[in-house]
């Protein structure tokens, strides 16, 4: 049975969906609702009874990619492949999702443990970026694919106006356009869970980034993601050093 705590959160959370111009009585899988807001940390206490949201990313980046794509192929028609991808990339990444978080107070709404709360881990662009897109891929699930892209459109694809002209590139895909053009071959990343808390959710991962089966780079991050981004830019900045 749900404690206290999880049970006014819900409340809570139906509330929240109703601000986001979504509506609670359309919900069909509640589980999954209460599952886009939990941290694994949260989750941790309730290990027969509660998924955290990091099992939704597993899933979601085709759907908010798609979205992303449609519209800037829509909205930009003189805009070429190159600068479209560009702009998908500033899109999605991790600072950006974790702003987006911020502007519909989602940060207000995560379940994380005492220990998280006191050392203010809902604030952190990673624990933010992922609870957006386990709420996204929630959206696409329970209310389909037109309500997703209209979720999207609405807070994610605003964004557009506020990037930088020239958005910042991706070091992965700067790396992944050198090494096809110099040895027709793509890059290949090992994550490794790096450090582990008592209760054993990840702290940080390890990225390594190898060409043609030789270890190149390595760095570390919050999360998968972050770690192969910078170990992306390590090996790039040694290249171009």
């Known amino acids: 049975m749900l404690n206290k705590k999880v049970l006014e959160q819900k409340e809570k959370i139906y509330s929240y969906i109703k601000e986001l111009w979504l509506d609670p009585s359309k919900i069909k899988n509640e589980g999954l609702l209460l599952q886009a807001f939990v941290h ?37 028609p003189k805009m070429d492949e190159s600068e479209m991808t560009l702009y998908k990339i500033a899109l999605v990444r991790e600072g950006n999702l974790a702003q987006v978080a911020r502007n519909i107070n989602l940060d207000k709404h995560i379940l994380v443990s005492r220990w998280e709360e006191k050392t203010q881990w809902r604030k ?56 096809q053009k110099l040895y027709k071959e793509l890059p290949s990343y090992k994550d490794i869970e790096h450090e582990i808390d008592s209760k054993w959710n990840v702290l940080t991962y390890k990225a390594e980034i190898y060409v043609l089966w030789v270890k190149k780079a390595e760095w570390f991050g919050t999360n998968k993601k972050k770690a192969q981004e910078d170990a992306a830019q390590n090996f790039y900045e040694s290249i171009k050093a």
């Open 124 to 179: 952190k662009d990673a624990i933010l970026a992922d609870a957006l897109e386990a709420l996204i891929w929630f959206v696409f699930l329970d209310f389909g694919y037109a309500q997703a892209e209209v979720f999207v459109e609405k807070n994610v694809y605003t964004m557009y106006n506020k990037i930088s002209k020239k958005p910042i590139q991706s070091y992965k895909t700067m790396v992944q356009e050198h090494l």
């Open 40 to 76: 694994k940390s949260f989750a941790a206490d309730f290990k027969k009874i509660l998924w955290h949201n990091e099992r939704l990313e597993f899933v979601w980046d085709w759907v908010l990619w798609a979205i992303v794509c449609k519209l800037l192929f829509q909205k930009h």
